[in-house]
């Protein structure tokens, strides 16, 4: 069966400072990783998905298959990072994303 | 563009009676999935219908169905209700069924079973 695993319930570092949150996936085949995330108050959005490459918002996120994992970095906090994380996958030939449990990431100033 | 509604925003429920869900999707898109997230859980799917179809289903009884209409939108039906499926109850909008279409979500119902 498929799984995603965030080590980390909760988060917090200064503003400024590197941040890493840490996604664990398992899973056979080949995936598709994506990280979620919800703002206070807001409906939970895609931040960015492997396949794109791209940095969204500052944050980075490499597909590391020997390690199976897809960690979420960005160099230097931002207050309003603080918010909820999900790190997702989705299986070949399916059509659901299997969620972590999520990560409260809260920037302090 | 109208993004994904849900309603109703909250109920109350007591064990044993049935519930109905209801999403609007994204203008534009034909596909809607469903995802129950419990307190302090990442959301789990339920199903995924496209073009008024089931097209998927994750690990929950029979006892949630849905149905979605020649408009696309969507219900999501729980029978006999039990505590634990007290939740937030996620509808999420997408193009197609093509993995490339990013899944909009909706603010999410929630569900208290008592």
């Known amino acids: 069966a498929q799984r995603v695993t965030q080590p980390e319930k909760l988060l917090s570092v200064f503003k400024g400072a590197p941040v890493e949150l840490k996604c664990n996936y398992s899973?056979?085949?080949?995936?598709?990783l994506f990280w979620y995330v919800q703002y206070s108050r807001q409906r939970l959005q895609l931040l960015l998905r492997?396949?794109s490459r791209e940095s969204i918002k500052g944050f980075t996120a490499d597909l590391n298959k020997g390690e199976t994992s897809f960690h979420l970095k960005k160099p230097f906090a931002q207050e309003e990072d603080s918010a909820m994380y999900y790190c997702?996958?989705?299986?070949?030939?399916?059509?659901?994303?299997?969620f972590g449990q999520g990560t409260r990431l809260t920037i302090n100033p | 563009e109208t993004g994904v509604t849900q309603s109703p925003t909250h109920l109350i429920k007591t064990r044993g009676q049935q519930v109905t869900l209801r999403c609007s999707s994204q203008?534009?898109?034909?596909?809607v999935s469903w995802y129950q997230q419990a307190l302090g859980q990442g959301p789990q799917f339920i199903f995924q219908?496209?073009?008024?179809?089931?097209?998927g289903r994750g690990n929950f009884p029979p006892r949630f169905s849905g149905l979605q209409f020649p408009n696309y939108s969507s219900e999501l039906n729980v029978n006999a209700l039990e505590l634990d499926d007290s939740a937030l109850y996620l509808c999420?909008?997408?193009?197609?069924?093509?993995?490339?279409?990013?899944?909009?979500f909706g603010p999410g119902t929630r569900l208290t079973v008592l």
């Open positions: 999420a909008s997408s193009k197609s069924v093509s993995s490339y279409n990013e899944q909009f």
């Open positions: 899973y056979s085949g080949s995936p598709e």
């Open positions: 492997h396949i």
């Open positions: 997702a996958l989705r299986v070949e030939g399916a059509q659901k994303l299997v």
């Open positions: 203008s534009g898109h034909n596909t």
């Open positions: 219908y496209y073009r008024e179809e089931e097209n």
